[in-house]
């Protein structure tokens, strides 16, 4: 049995985005950029998705611009949207952090629950981006703080980490700018969507064919953007409940392995979190020896973020939390999704006290 508690890496295909997608893999294999039949049909299916996205992102269709994913909405944000002093927390994703830094932007730091200090926020910014929701804690910020700090600039939101759980519609309704990913809500890798809002001007980084009015260029991926919309509409469906589900589970989750295991700690437990994450810093191992031997005993988890595995130094969002270097060493990620059940708890539970038991043994 594979115990998969890795989702906010990636999480497994919705059914209904599966289904979505099959015809275009198949038998609708025109380019929606054409005039024949097949390629009108093609067009039609993005559009029908767009409306899906709009919904449930709380903008106007003609404001979803399709993306190859999470990374490229990001830097699309970050480099298209604004001219002037550009503005992050430094617990951003590295796919807003380094194009800042790039741009010779700089960062605004947190309180050691990952909150945002929205008062240190240069309210002369031009452009400032805070994620709705931590890819490694799951902590969640208040844009609307944040916009009132920053009344004039443009605000942008990766809400990839924080689609499956929070009502993007309403709390990020402050943003002009919003990233998701389809693959960490059940739809495909390579498909994502920046949310543009029509009172801002963006300069595309793709130039061809002037697909997405302009905005950016690039024959349509009408397969994963279909997928991406079911899974979408699936998810905003199923979310209250399953909001509440995954909750629950992980509550049990953490408090079993903190009852069992001394020297564990809920990373920002006081903070208001997403309901799926579960961030632990386990004394006495190390992170990857920690992930390798879940990995035998069938559990699937990671160490942080998916996009900096292999990295040697600690967590770039624990040391912005003052989290000292050794404690960030034990950092363990435990990510619940739709296909999560009690029984993954139930052997999850069984797996993570044996695996740091162990490791522990080998180090003493």
Same mark, same amino acid.
């Given at each position: 049995m594979t115990v998969y508690l890795d989702h906010a890496a990636s999480s497994p295909m919705r059914p209904e985005g599966l289904a979505a997608m099959l015809p275009f893999l198949g038998e609708r294999y025109g380019n929606p950029s054409g005039s024949h039949a097949l390629a009108r049909? &093609? $067009? &039609?299916?993005?559009?029908?998705?767009?409306? *899906?996205?709009? #919904?449930?992102?709380?903008?106007?269709?003609? @404001? *979803?611009?399709?993306?190859?994913?999470?990374? @490229?909405?990001?830097?699309?944000?970050?480099?298209?949207?604004?001219?002037? *002093?550009?503005?992050?927390?430094a617990v951003e994703h590295h796919a807003v952090l380094r194009p800042v830094e790039a741009l010779g932007g700089h960062t605004v730091g947190v309180d050691d629950r990952g909150l945002v200090d929205v008062d240190a926020l240069d309210a002369t910014a031009a452009f400032v981006s805070v994620m709705l929701a931590n890819n490694e804690t799951g902590v969640v910020q208040d844009l609307d703080a944040v916009r009132a700090r920053v009344p004039g600039a443009v605000l942008h939101t990766d809400a990839?980490? &924080?689609?499956?759980?929070? #009502?993007?519609?309403? @709390?990020?309704?402050?943003? +002009?700018?919003?990233?998701?990913?389809? !693959?960490?809500? =059940?739809?495909?890798m390579g498909v994502g969507a920046l949310v543009v809002r029509d009172r801002v001007t963006l300069t595309p980084l793709l130039?061809?064919? /002037?697909?997405?009015?302009? $905005? $950016?260029? =690039?024959? !349509?991926? *009408?397969?994963?953007i279909v997928g991406m919309a079911a899974a979408a509409a699936a998810t905003v469906r199923?979310?209250? #409940?399953?909001?509440?589900?995954? =909750?629950?589970?992980?509550?049990? %989750?953490?408090? /079993?392995?903190?009852a069992a295991v001394p020297g564990v700690?809920?990373?920002a437990a006081d903070a208001p979190r997403t309901a799926g994450t579960l961030h632990l810093r386990v004394d006495?191992?190390?992170?990857?020896?920690?992930?390798?031997? %879940? +990995? @035998? %005993?069938?559990?699937c988890a990671s160490a942080g973020s998916a996009c900096a595995s292999g990295a040697l130094e600690p967590s770039h969002v624990l040391a912005a939390m003052g989290v000292d270097a050794t404690s960030a060493r034990g950092a363990l990620r435990l990510s619940l999704g739709w296909s999560t059940t009690a029984a993954d708890v139930d052997a999850a539970l069984v797996a993570i006290p044996k695996a740091i038991e162990n490791l522990r043994a080998r180090s003493s």
């Open positions: 049909a &093609a $067009r &039609a299916a993005i559009e029908d998705a767009r409306d *899906v996205m709009a #919904d449930a992102l709380g903008c106007a269709p003609g @404001e *979803v611009v399709f993306t190859s994913g999470g990374t @490229e909405a990001d830097n699309l944000a970050v480099t298209g949207a604004a001219a002037g *002093v550009r503005v992050c927390s990839v980490a &924080a689609f499956c759980w929070r #009502d993007i519609a309403r @709390e990020a309704s402050a943003a +002009d700018l919003i990233s998701v990913s389809a !693959h960490k809500f =059940g739809g495909p130039r061809g064919g /002037g697909q997405e009015r302009e $905005r $950016r260029s =690039g024959t !349509h991926n *009408v397969a994963g199923t979310r209250a #409940d399953e909001v509440a589900r995954l =909750g629950a589970l992980r509550d049990r %989750l953490a408090a /079993g392995v903190t700690v809920v990373t006495g191992v190390e992170s990857e020896a920690l992930v390798f031997a %879940l +990995d @035998e %005993l069938g559990v």
